[in-house]
């Protein structure tokens, strides 16, 4: 378990030193927030410190730091390495700036802040990206709950419209319409930071059952640093997408506004910011540590794992729960794949109606103008959600996109970031070198993936997938990458040249 430990402790010395190394990069000070400046009651609340953490943590981390790690326990102890450096470097950053950059921005939602730094065309296409993406993440957070339900009342014995997945999902439903519209501490602020700490309980019990029953042992990196995975999928760029919530989200930047909104002080996006994403990179290693200790190791690949997923994420997470809580597991496994899904659904929905104010220029202090936008936002996710659940309409296929589209959100953000930071004359490269890394990583699997570009170049036969292409997919990815900071060079050299002018 050694590796483990010091991948954790790498977590958390990274939060103080390279952590508070992006903070003073930034330049936090003493102006005015938007939360003390534009407070509306509604948006703009100020909330504690304490709050304003577990909210952020609960609303960027949800399954994802959960599910996203089991899954990338798959390639072995090898995914701890992402998770810590990844955190650190990427996730952390990513995090930060784009709350502390829509704080600069009267608490903009991401898509506006994007565009002030990277040109109104970026603007329009993440603009129409994000709501997009948040009603998508909305709809699916609100359709699988609904299910998970229907199965926990079907198995203690309950019949008739309990077992029902529309007369859930309409409940459901109904509860996000009232979360979206009414005032961030009204629901949000007040019972959230309690499903956060169930959250973090919920890891903390993990790992405590791990270390306490002598059959788990976590694998040493030393002694397993190669793929693991059962069906040879290469690491690269495959697990740096699957695991996204436990390493860096795009995702993740749809949220920072909603907090950055709610903050008495800049001086405490060190902690609400980079220390929520470093508190999701902890969970995720744990819940991998998890994935890698409990299930067997055949011939070097962890099929025992891959077994247990078969049976989808609710019920690898009950299994993991159950196996080193036992009862107490099993309860804050309930807690956590029904409640932690809905409470990033309903934050999902929020941002959407925010992103459509910052665009559309509709102020939400009136109730009357957030109707405006809360009935057509929740309205198609409606009826997405209850076409799925009469099986009318099947948008699983487009979910399959989702890995891929949020971590390419999350390399928008952080180019963006970069040109912030050259426009104030700071030290951009702690974003730009990640930027970069990320648009390796996007395109790259955009190439190899079977749902994207890689049902033409790699080997199939009798349908099934033989072999990657990773001959051409990896020189394309770097090639792509450098590209990428060749014209952010190019762009900041012209910034230059035009100010000089």
Sequence with gaps: MISFLLCLALLIIGYFVYGKIVDNT?????????????????????????KLFLVQLLNIAGLGPIFGALQGALW???????????????????????????????????????????????????????????????????????????TLCSENGLDGVMTQTLFWLIII????????????????????????ICLIIMAVGVIFGIFTNPNYTIPELWNNFHSMHPSGTPIWSFMFITVACGAISGFHSTQSPLMARCMKSEKQGHFVFYGAMVCEGVIALIWAAAGCALYNITDGKMTGLAEVLKGGQSAAIY???????????????????????????????????????????????????????????????????????????????IWRYFSWTNQTLAMIVLWAASMYLFKEKKNYWITAVPATFM???????????????????????????????????????????????????????????????
């Excluded at 600069?104 to 990277?118: F, K, M, P, Q």
């Excluded at 104010?357 to 103008?369: E, F, K, M, T, Y």
């Excluded at 997405?384 to 948008?395: F, R």
């Design 319 to 397: 299994d993991v729960c159950k196996n080193t809580m036992g009862g107490i597991g099993i309860a804050l496994a309930m807690i956590g794949v029904v409640i932690c899904p809905i409470t990033s659904g309903d934050t999902a929905f929020r941002s959407a109606r925010l992103t459509l104010a910052d665009w559309l220029h509709i102020d939400q202090d009136s109730w009357v103008n957030r109707l405006k936008l809360c009935i057509p936002v929740l309205g198609v996710g409606a009826f997405l959600g209850i076409g799925n659940a009469l099986k009318l309409i099947d948008y699983t296929v």
């Design 173 to 196: 439903l109904v509860y996000y319409f009232i979360a979206t519209f009414i005032s961030i501490d009204a629901i949000i602020g007040k019972i959230y930071p309690v499903f956060g």
């Design 76 to 150: 072995g102890p090898v995914v701890f390495l992402w998770i810590t450096f990844g955190t650190i470097f990427a996730g952390g950053v990513h995090d930060y700036f784009s709350g502390m950059m829509s704080e600069r921005n009267d608490g903009a939602s991401i898509a506006e802040v994007t565009g002030r730094y990277l040109g109104p065309v970026m603007q329009n296409i993440m603009r129409v990206f994000s709501v997009v993406l948040l009603i998508m993440v909305g709809t699916v957070f609100a359709v699988g709950p609904a299910g998970l339900i229907v």
């Design 439 to 501: 648009s390796a990583v996007s395109c790259t699997y955009f190439v190899l993936a079977p749902e994207c570009l890689g049902k033409m170049i790699n080997t199939y036969a009798d349908g099934k997938l033989v072999a990657y292409n990773t001959a051409v997919a990896y020189p394309v990815g770097i090639i792509f990458a450098i590209a990428m900071l060749a014209i952010f060079i190019y762009a900041t050299k012209k910034h230059t040249a035009s100010q000089k002018a």
């Design 26 to 50: 930034f330049g936090p000070d003493d102006r005015e927030t938007p939360a003390v400046r534009i407070n509306d009651g509604v948006d703009y609340v100020v909330m504690p410190q304490w």
